[in-house]
Nanobody, 122 residues
Framework: QVQLVESGGGLVQPGGSLRLSCAAS????????IGWFRQAPGKEREGVSC????????YYADSVKGRFTISRDNAKNTVYLQMNSLKPEDTAVYYC???????????????WGQGTQVTVSS
């Protein structure tokens, strides 16, 4: 059974850091694109970052560029999202997803995790 499980969310003060994990089971992530998306209350889900399964190239939304880092550990079948200098506007449910095409089009992603809540507040 294909499954993605996110973890690492929580409550953090502005300026703090969190590292989200996306663990895959039922298949290997090696050659798949992985995307991180988020959905804030009352807003549509948006793409945050994605990483290629072929060459490891990474992409970031302008809103997180320079603060977030996506990485993958194929040996652990896990993708990470390191989030630094967090802002209140980063508050959202964060989802990871996997598919064959790289980008922020949700239709390109076949499997999704259940999401993990990130709250940035003092």
């Amino acid at each position: 059974q294909v499954q993605l499980v996110e973890s690492g969310g929580g409550l953090v003060q502005p300026g703090g850091s969190l590292r989200l994990s996306c663990a895959a089971s039922g298949f290997t992530l090696d050659y798949y694109a992985i995307g991180w998306f988020r959905q804030a209350p009352g807003k549509e889900r948006e793409g945050v970052s994605c990483i290629s399964g072929f060459d490891g190239s990474t992409y970031y939304a302008d809103s997180v560029k320079g603060r977030f880092t996506i990485s993958r550990d194929n040996a652990k079948n896990t993708v990470y999202l390191q989030m630094n200098s967090l802002k209140p506007e980063d508050t959202a449910v964060y989802y990871c997803a996997t598919g064959y095409r790289l980008g922020y089009n949700e239709e390109w992603y076949d499997y999704w995790g259940q999401g993990t809540q990130v709250t940035v507040s003092s």
